[in-house]
């Protein structure tokens, strides 16, 4: 099963705000063997959000979403996924209790009445307002909970607050509760050289050789035309089953010894 991240906001697009999730989810996933196959970046319009979220429902993987399922007008998330699903919204029985159980205690805190009919404490509600047949995601963070809905082909969509405090520890949970038994299917190994003075054309060839000889395997080039330390280099290296890796690099080395290339430091991931 492959991993997916959409991250939803204007604010990120504008760069009023800087995208924290990417780098998170990457490293929430490295912790447990996985690896994110793809990212996709999304402004707060409706007609984006929800094809986004439809070929997401339709792509079979298991995909993490961040912002926008709060009650603002800005937030859309939750009704383009009712609409890429072709379902209603209806309001969560247990995401409506977690909410009532937020504003009690707010309301405690301040130490006035907990007033169930005020406009504010109604309005709330509606963020327990989800696609029918929607799972909520435990927010341990203020009990406003996200949701997860099923995709059409096996795989399902995660959806979280934008704000990391929140969804950061959620996604966590999803990843632990409902992909415990993917954990380490994605562990892989790296293994790269600096190579000085070639150009990525000559030594293609040895970078299709050694992926249609080591199964497992791919092989991945970093050039660099202004590094501070080793100037214009590639960076060529191998990546993939742990079991298969040294083999593939020692392919990887022999190759670049044929063509006479003068390497630099070796890189182990």
């Not at 991945?220 to 330390?229: I, K, R, T």
Request: hydrophobic share 40%; with cysteine; charged share 20%.
């Amino acid at each position: 099963m492959d991993f997916g991240l959409i991250i939803i906001g204007d604010e990120i697009l504008s760069g009023k705000r800087e995208d924290k999730h990417f780098t998170k989810v990457v490293a929430l996933l490295a912790e447990r063997g996985l690896q994110l196959a793809w990212a996709r970046y999304v402004g707060d319009d409706r007609r984006l959000i929800t094809q986004a979220l439809r070929d997401a429902f339709a792509s079979g993987a298991a995909v993490l979403s961040c912002g926008g399922i709060g009650a603002t007008p800005d937030d859309h998330t939750r009704q383009c996924a009712a609409a890429a699903l072709g379902v209603p919204l209806a309001l969560h029985p247990e995401a409506r209790e977690l909410i009532t159980q937020r504003m009690q205690e707010i309301a405690a805190e301040q130490g006035l009445p907990y007033e169930p009919e005020r406009d504010d404490n109604r309005h709330r509600l509606d963020m327990g307002c989800f696609p029918q047949g929607a799972r909520i995601i435990p927010n341990p963070y203020n009990k406003i909970a996200g949701f997860s809905c099923d995709g059409q082909a096996g795989g399902a969509v995660h959806f979280v607050p934008g704000f990391p405090v929140m969804a950061w520890p959620m996604i966590a949970w999803v990843l632990d509760t409902q992909y415990a038994a993917l954990h380490g299917r994605h562990v892989q190994g790296e293994r790269s050289v600096v190579v000085y003075g070639a150009m990525e054309a000559t030594l293609t060839p040895l970078m299709e050789d050694i992926e249609a000889r080591c199964a497992g395997i791919r092989v991945f080039s970093l050039p660099s035309v202004d590094h501070p330390v080793h100037g214009r280099h590639i960076e060529l290296g191998v990546k993939g089953d742990p079991d298969q890796l040294e083999a593939a690099y020692r392919v990887l080395l022999d190759g670049l010894a044929a063509h006479g290339a003068r390497l630099g430091p070796e890189v182990v991931r």
